[in-house]
C-alpha cells in the first residue's frame, strides 16, 4: 500500500517521506556515481568529494566544525556508539553513567546491556510533563560520573529538555555529555558549542532524508572508542565503505531543514495548537508532555475508557495514519515506559494517541482529524464496558 493522496500522514515523529529535493540529490549516486570513496580514481573522487560536502552541511547545522562529524547507519547507531565508545574509553576513570528513564530505547537498551558489563547507570525520574530536571542531574553527579545522556527532544510526547543547563552542569564537573537529537533536528536550533554538548545523534530519516544513515558529533578531544572496526573510513573512528547516496541525501536534507526550520515550525506550531484545542474538547481526554516546551509537530493525548490500538485501526480504516507512541511500542502491549514516567495512570495509559506533523500537512488535514477522531472515539466507547453511562450515546 502506498500513501495516496487522500491519506493523511501524521506519524512523522516514527519517519518521514523523502524530499524531491534529496531523492534527486541521491539518484545520481545510485547510478553512475557509484565509486568507492576510498578509491583514486574520478568516480571514486566524486564519492569522496561528495562525502565531504555533506559532512560540512551537518557540521554547518550543528555549529561544530567538519572533523567533528561521523556518518554511521541511524539514529541507533550513533546512540551505541556514544555510549559504549565514551564507557570503554573511560573505565578507567568511572563507570558511573547519568541518563534519564524517558530516553529512547536505543539508549535505554544500551545502558542496560553497559550494567551488565559493570557499570552503573542512574536512570533519573521526570515530572508530570516529561521534564528532566537540571538539579536532580547535578544532585546524582558522582566522583565516578564518566557520562551524562539526556535526550534532546523526546519521540513520545515531544517535550523539549533543558539540554543547555544540563550541558552547563556535566562542563563544570568536567563529565561527558551526549544528547539524542534525533526528534529535534529541523524542529529545534542547534549549536553544540552554546548548548556544551560533547556528543550528538542523528538521524536522516527523522527530517525527511534517507533511512539508514545518521551521523555521531563528537567534539574535538573527546576520549570515545570506536564501535566498528575494520577500515579507515571516517578518520578510523566507523569502519565500513560509507552509505554513499544516504550520506549525499541526508546532508541535503539537513541543509534545507536548517534553513527552514523557522518557517516550519510557524507552520506546525499553528496546527498542533488547532489539533489539540480540538481534540481536548472530547471529554475525559488528556494531553501528555509540557504544554509549551515541546516539539511544534508532536500532539499526544490520553482518551480515557479506549484501547489505542482499536483507535488506529479504525483511523486506519479512515485513511489516517498515526501511533499510539514510539514505533517500537506499537507491536508490543507493553505500556509505554515514557507515559509510565510521567505517572500517566495505569487504567488509561493504553488509551493514548499520537498525532506527529510534518511539512506535508495542512489546516485541512487537522480539520478532517477533528472531524473523525471523535467519531470513532464515542463509537469505541460506546461498545466498551469500562465507560460510565454518562459518556454514552446509546
Ligand atoms: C527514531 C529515533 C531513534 C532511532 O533512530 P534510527 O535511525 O531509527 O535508528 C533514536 N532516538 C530517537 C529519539 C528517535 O526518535
Redesign the pocket.
Known sequence: MTVNDRAIYMDN?ATTPLRKEVVEEMLPFMTGNFGNPSSIYEIGKISKHSIDEARRKVAYALGAEENEIYFTS????S?NWAIKGIAFANRNKGKHIITSSIE?H??LHTCAWLEGQGFEVTYLPVDKYGMVSPEEVRKAIRDDTILISI?LA??EIGTIQPVEEIGKIAKENRIYFHT?A??AIGHVPIDVKKMNIDLL?L?G??FEGP?GC?ALYVRKGVKIEPLLHGGAQEGRRRAGTENVPGIVGLGKAIELATAEIGELNRTLLELRERLIKGLLRIPKTHLNGHPKQRLANNVNITLEYIEGESLLLLLNAKGIFASTG??CNSTSLEPSHVLTACGVPHEIIHGSLRLSLGRMNSEKDVDRVLEVVPEIVQKLRNMSPLTPEEYRTT
Do not use: L, R
Open positions: 515523529s541511524g539514529g541507533t547507531e546512540d529512547h536505543a539508549v535526550m523526546n519521540n539524542d534525533v526528534q545523534s538521524s530519516h527523522k533511512k545518521g514510539s514505533a
